[in-house]
């Protein structure tokens, strides 16, 4: 492909500002200086440097954030810290986005992402992705409503769930639950339980279809999927 569509796909501005970087020197191929935009490049051999630092042909790139409390999922916000203040600088010149929200005191798993494609794809109501929440919920959920959930439950605006299913981890004062949904109407775990008279005390989403919160990420820090981990969001059926 040319220089400038690689550096493009690589997150390093329009064609135009490429031109530009192209120009002003700060770009080599295979230590040969001032390339020309049109320069052919093999990804898999050649060696692009910008200012001294290799660029790694990546067009897309997959971050698994813990989301802390106190962030809001969006890519700007004129009051609260955002998500994307969160990504290290090296991830900074891709154009990145959360898929999806969660609330702002809702913490856990928070894919970001320049993947369109896949971000369309997981949030589709069509494709009925499965993501599971850990709760601590205030009073005693009981077997009826697991079974409640499983029927579906209508929220406050007379919206009337998809079966979910809930795992009743410890039931007491304060019950500590795992709910598996499939949509994501805005606040939907809390207005389910709140459907059935109980109130959410603490949210954290654990897992987006096959993929597991990496709990060894403290909260507010990011990295790259693996491999593994994209195939098991469903990187390679969604990506498209
Ligand atoms: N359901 C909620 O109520 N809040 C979230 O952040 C996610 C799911």
Not at 205 to 213: D, V, Y
Request: charged share 30%.
């Amino acid at each position: 492909m040319r220089l400038d569509k690689y550096l493009a796909d690589c997150g390093y501005g329009t064609r135009k500002e490429i031109k530009k970087l192209i120009k002003s020197g700060a770009v080599t191929v295979n230590s040969v200086e001032n390339p020309l935009p049109e320069t052919k490049i093999d990804e898999n051999c050649d060696k692009v440097f910008v200012m001294n630092t290799e660029v790694i042909y990546k067009k897309f790139v997959y971050l698994m954030l813990n989301k802390p409390q106190g962030v809001v999922s969006a890519v700007w916000d004129k009051k609260f810290k955002t998500v994307i203040d969160l990504v290290p600088d090296e991830f900074l010149h891709y154009e990145l986005f959360p898929v999806g929200r969660l609330d702002i005191d809702t913490e856990g798993l928070l894919i970001i992402t320049n993947d369109g494609a896949l971000s369309h794809n997981l949030l589709s109501p069509k494709k009925h992705i499965p993501k599971t929440y850990y709760a601590k919920v205030l009073g005693k959920v009981n077997d009826s409503d697991a079974a409640a959930f499983k029927a579906g439950v209508t929220l406050d605006d007379g919206y009337k769930t998809k079966p979910a299913e809930l795992k009743i981890l410890n039931s007491g004062e304060i019950s500590e639950i795992e709910l598996t949904i499939t949509e994501g109407k805005f606040h939907q775990v809390k207005r389910m339980f709140e459907s059935v008279g109980k109130k959410v005390e603490f949210l954290k989403r654990i897992k987006m279809n096959a993929l597991g919160l990496d709990e060894s990420l403290e909260l507010g820090e990011m990295r790259e999927l693996t491999e593994d981990e994209l195939f098991d969001l469903g990187g390679n059926e969604l990506s498209r």
